[in-house]
Nanobody, 120 residues
Framework: QVQLVESGGDLVQPGGSLRLSCAASGSIISINNMGWYRQAPGKEREMVATITHGGGTDYADSVKGRFTISRENAKNTMYLQMNNLKPEDTAVYYC??????????????WGQGTQVTVSS
């Protein structure tokens, strides 16, 4: 059973920093693209940042220069370093990954989400 588990969400003051982690576990042959998404109350889920297996990255305009996505392929883990956080960054953050298990060609998996709240 493949699982994605996020951690690192917290309450932080504006201007603060957080580091989110997403760990994949289970029977995994390979992990292709990974990404972070977020959903604020009353809003649709939106892409925050994505990263390819080779390390190519893409960011939403709203987080460019403040957030950094990275991954450790040997550990099946992805990170999101968030600096200079703003109240509008408040949301549930979800990790997403295209995972290939031994039994079939693979599909997209989602984590359960971790809450990030930016408030004074």
């Amino acid at each position: 059973q493949v699982q994605l588990v996020e951690s690192g969400g917290d309450l932080v003051q504006p201007g603060g920093s957080l580091r989110l982690s997403c760990a994949a576990s289970g029977s995994i042959i390979s992990i292709n693209n990974m990404g972070w998404y977020r959903q604020a109350p009353g809003k649709e889920r939106e892409m925050v940042a994505t990263i390819t297996h080779g390390g190519g990255t893409d960011y939403a305009d709203s987080v460019k220069g403040r957030f950094t996505i990275s991954r450790e392929n040997a550990k099946n883990t992805m990170y999101l370093q968030m600096n200079n956080l703003k109240p509008e960054d408040t949301a549930v953050y979800y990790c997403n990954a295209f995972i290939v298990p031994p039994t079939f060609r693979g599909r997209t998996y989602w984590g359960q989400g971790t809450q990030v709240t930016v408030s004074s």
